[in-house]
Nanobody, 124 residues
Framework: QVQLVESGGGLVQHGGSLRLSCAASGRTFSSYAMGWFRQAPGKEREFVARISGSGIRTTYADSVKGRFTISRDNAKNTVFLQMNSLKPEDTAVYYC?????????????????WGQGTQVTVSS
């Protein structure tokens, strides 16, 4: 069982930056790949980024590539999402999720555990 708690969301202006954190419980954090997803009102939950358990391999959605960076600190059971050059279309609830599979999944249904989400709002 893994419990996830996101933090760091808020209101930021177009072009600004935010850093999201996701703290995980449990002793096997490094055995899980971690993903960030987002869901805007009226839209489906979409993949943002993923990082392997070791932190070596990262995958990004095209819409955030070059602007967002996913990282993790396995000693602190935490995964981060650094978001730069934010746009109004980045406005959404952001969720972190854990996946016990080594396959690079981007579909939300493939992830085993989810946090409660944190709101990110980018004003124009």
């Amino acid at each position: 069982q893994v419990q996830l708690v996101e933090s760091g969301g808020g209101l930021v202006q177009h072009g600004g930056s935010l850093r999201l954190s996701c703290a995980a419980s449990g002793r096997t954090f490094s055995s899980y790949a971690m993903g960030w997803f987002r869901q805007a009102p009226g839209k489906e939950r979409e993949f943002v980024a993923r990082i392997s358990g070791s932190g070596i391999r990262t995958t990004y959605a095209d819409s955030v590539k070059g602007r967002f960076t996913i990282s993790r600190d396995n000693a602190k059971n935490t995964v981060f999402l650094q978001m730069n050059s934010l746009k109004p279309e980045d406005t959404a609830v952001y969720y972190c999720a854990a996946d016990g599979s080594p396959i690079v999944w981007t579909a939300p249904s493939r992830y085993d555990y989810w946090g409660q989400g944190t709101q990110v709002t980018v004003s124009s």
